[in-house]
């Protein structure tokens, strides 16, 4: 596949230099990983073709009011087929990498250890992670994106019961036996925070709305992911032929009035209840961070032995984040400190990711019902402070962007309404570029080892409980023509221009 040439502009980008004109002289550095991000269940289809079992996920959008749109991902975009193509396509952009996850349910259909194993979802994946090499598209594989085995949910909860640690170590062995040496590059678990938040609403009522009502359902599920991770790291003892870590996300909020010790504080507090719950006891200490233990009783946050605090510290090769943007955090009127994830304690003020910023943490409230809103939330002024507070608090010789990206929405907001361009995203546009040129800036002002960036999406997929009414693509999938035709945005000509002028 040959990459067409950018149809012109329809009108001017808030952004005024061309891709290759930011910062012409930085380079990345070389060996950077120019990517594109992907997971199973948003984009394969075929959910039930080929051996595969259901998914938690297959279970939940079936569930009416769970997806927005009550699109299942039973079909999606094929990529389950269409994977050839896909590849060709990001190859004829220069893209170099893609982090792709796979699916637990494909490889062992019951989840379970001592159940059967599927081959034909072994020799798929080993096909697409060919088909990548020969592409000389280099493979990042997440092990798990969120689709636990249905079986397993119905058997003992899920993440909920720490059965899952072994059967997960289980399935982390079969892979990395079957295509070690195809794959350098591993993360075990995307996004534990988000996953084991959600399962605050454990078993079944998957929305991002976490533990308002909920029980010790996420710390139970942290603890288990977290010994999963760590048997499944340390059972394999990848270093010799590759690397391995977990795929962190949020970010490490600002003080929102500067100095105040209670705003700082409230970002303490916050980075403790959310990167800190896996990136403390894997990079640090070994173990939760201390206000975590303050807070929480044991029966919330099983105390982790010192047996396990060893066995899990050191368990990452490099750190990686899922940096989309910034907040402010600020203390709550009552000067305490920052309403933060962790309601599942009796004493403290109750809220959830919907509405915990609303009071406390002024310009950046949570979902926007003006999408218009939610494009001001992108922080790429922030995005080198959050780099280096990454990389002091949770230090590592090496880090990848491992996902950043924005959904267009087209419904007429934001572009005249004469054009109305499903591929012109260009506020997508905007925010890579922005995000980018602060990335250059990280790595060599303040030498930040970033060996990485990923663009969320390749392709428009299922959204979670958005469906497929929010588009992360940079490239459009048109989901009414049976071959569900993929269409380059402008957003994947202007990284492919990016990426051309800055990589060595
Ligand atoms: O699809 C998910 C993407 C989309 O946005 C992916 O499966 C997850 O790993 C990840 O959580 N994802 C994600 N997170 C960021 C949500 C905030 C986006 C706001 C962008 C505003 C600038």
Redesign the pocket.
């Known amino acids: 596949i040959a990459l067409p040439s950018p149809p012109p502009a329809l009108y001017p980008s808030f952004y005024s230099p061309g891709p290759g004109d930011i910062l012409p002289d930085l380079k990345f550095p070389p060996g950077f990983l120019f990517g594109v991000d992907t997971?199973a269940y948003?984009v394969e289809g075929a959910t039930m073709e080929e051996g595969k079992g259901p998914s938690a996920w297959d279970w939940a959008s079936r569930q009416p009011g769970t997806i927005a749109d009550n699109t299942t991902a039973d079909v999606v975009d094929l990529h389950y087929y269409l994977y050839k193509e896909d590849i060709a396509r990001i190859a004829a952009l220069g893209v170099n990498s893609h982090s792709f996850s796979i699916s637990w349910a494909r490889i062992f259909p019951f989840g379970a250890a001592g159940s059967p194993i599927n081959q034909q979802g072994l020799d798929h994946y080993a096909d697409v992670i060919e088909s990548h090499l020969k592409a000389n598209i280099t493979p990042v594989v997440t092990l798990f994106?969120?689709d636990t085995p249905l079986a397993l949910e119905v058997y003992y909860g899920g993440f909920t019961s720490p059965n899952i640690t072994d059967d997960f170590i289980n399935y982390a062995k079969t892979v990395f036996t079957a295509y070690n040496g195809s794959v350098h590059t591993w993360y075990t678990f995307?996004?534990p925070r988000?996953f084991c938040g959600q399962v605050g609403s454990y078993p079944f009522n998957l929305t991002y709305a976490p533990g308002v009502n909920i029980s010790t359902a996420p710390y139970q599920c942290s603890y288990n992911l977290l010994k999963a991770h760590a048997g499944a790291v340390k059972g394999i003892e990848m270093k010799i032929t590759g690397e391995i870590a977990f795929?962190s996300?949020d970010y490490v909020g600002i003080p929102w009035r500067g100095n105040n010790t209670d705003d700082i504080a409230a970002v303490e507090r916050h980075a403790a209840f959310q990167i800190g719950v896996f990136a403390d006891p894997v990079f640090t200490t070994g173990d939760w961070p201390q206000i975590l233990k303050d807070t929480l009783p044991p029966e919330y946050l099983p105390r982790l032995t010192e047996d396990e605090q060893k066995d899990i510290l050191g368990t990452a090769d490099f750190f990686a984040i899922?940096a989309?943007?910034t907040f402010y955090v600020a203390a709550p009127p009552d000067g305490l400190s920052a309403c933060v994830n962790d309601s599942s304690h009796p004493d403290w003020p109750t809220c959830n990711l919907e509405t915990q910023y609303d009071s406390n943490v002024g310009w950046a409230v949570g979902p926007a019902a003006d999408p218009l809103s939610?494009?001001l939330?992108?922080?790429p002024q922030f995005l080198r402070d959050s780099f280096k507070e990454y990389h002091k608090r949770w230090p590592s010789p090496k880090i990848y962007f491992s996902?950043f990206?924005?959904?267009e929405p087209f419904e007429g907001v934001r572009q005249p309404p004469e054009i109305h361009d499903v591929t012109e995203d260009f506020m997508n546009q905007d925010?890579y570029m922005t995000y980018l040129g602060e990335l250059l800036l990280s790595i060599h002002e303040d030498g930040i080892p970033v060996q990485g960036a990923f663009a969320?999406?390749m392709v428009d997929?299922a959204?979670?409980n958005s469906g497929l009414s929010s588009r992360?693509g940079i490239q459009f999938v048109n989901y009414s023509t049976p071959t569900l035709e993929r269409t380059y945005k402008r957003s994947a000509f202007a990284l492919a221009e990016f990426f051309k002028a800055h990589l060595q």
């Open positions: 997971a948003q994106h969120w995307n996004e988000v795929k996300d899922d989309y943007r939610d494009w939330q992108a922080t996902e990206g924005f959904a925010y969320w999406a997929n959204e979670w992360f």
